[in-house]
């Protein structure tokens, strides 16, 4: 059973497009991350959710949005793709909440070409 | 604000050595410390944390970290390196207080050659 699950792994597309990549946890867990690993395999945070509500907002284009349906899916919308948004985008979850030991599990990924 | 450096972008170790990745940190409060693994085209796997107590700490695989306050380091070792260790790892920092975000180092990637 896959605990974090993310679709597509890979999409190419061009500049321009809006595109959406998907997560699902499967572990209970109350708390959901959006990250981007560059080309130097830099992870920066892009967004957090706890039980659908927004908490953490990095310095992201406002082209980039996320949605939480519920708190086991946490999506990510992009529009205008750009060529700097090529990357692998990873989704992680953990039990969450104000302790600072918890754990975070990540998805496979999904790798952004943007042509 | 807290940090975390990797001073080593790639550390080479002999199938069977002894191997350390090193990891230092910096945080306003008490700092609860993570070690992650990502091998190629993969997704990152916990290894190891250390919250409080125990200066070493035991992971999954056989890794060990050693916690040093006093030098603000958080080293990944283990005593005995595999070739399935080759992978890319990454250690982790958040500080004790409420909802913050977790900061990743620059990851350093281990070649255990056989």
């Known amino acids: 059973d896959t605990a974090v699950s993310q679709t597509p792994k890979y999409l190419v597309t061009q500049m321009g497009n809006d595109k959406s990549i998907k997560c699902e946890q499967n572990?209970?867990?109350?708390?959901m991350y959006w990250y981007k690993q560059d080309s130097k395999k830099f992870l920066k945070i892009m967004f957090s959710?706890?039980?659908?509500?927004?908490?953490i907002n990095e310095t992201v284009p406002n082209r980039f949005s996320p949605k939480s349906p519920d708190k086991a899916h946490l999506n990510l919308h992009i529009n205008s793709l750009e060529l700097g948004d090529s990357a692998v985008y990873f989704c992680?979850?953990?039990?969450?909440?104000?302790?600072?030991?918890?754990?975070?599990?990540f998805g496979p990924g999904t790798r952004l070409t943007v042509l | 604000a807290q940090s975390v450096a990797q001073p080593e972008d790639q550390v080479n170790v002999a199938e069977g050595n002894p191997l350390t990745v090193k990891c230092t940190y910096s945080?306003?409060?008490?700092?609860?410390l993570f070690w992650y693994v990502q091998y190629p085209n993969r997704g990152l796997q916990f290894l190891l944390k250390?919250?409080?107590?125990?200066?070493l700490v035991k992971g999954s695989y056989g890794f060990e970290a050693e916690f040093n306050k006093s030098q603000t380091s958080f080293h990944l070792k283990k005593p005995s390196a595999l070739v399935s260790d080759s992978a890319l790892y990454f250690c982790?920092?958040?500080?004790?207080?409420?909802?913050?975000?977790?900061?990743f180092g620059t990851g350093t990637k281990l070649q255990v050659i056989p």
């Open positions: 992680a979850s953990s039990q969450g909440g104000a302790n600072p030991a918890d754990t975070q599990y």
């Open positions: 572990l209970g867990h109350d708390t």
């Open positions: 959710y706890n039980n659908k509500e927004l908490i």
């Open positions: 945080v306003s409060g008490n700092p609860y």
């Open positions: 250390y919250i409080t107590g125990d200066n």
């Open positions: 982790a920092v958040r500080d004790a207080r409420g909802y913050q975000k977790v900061t």
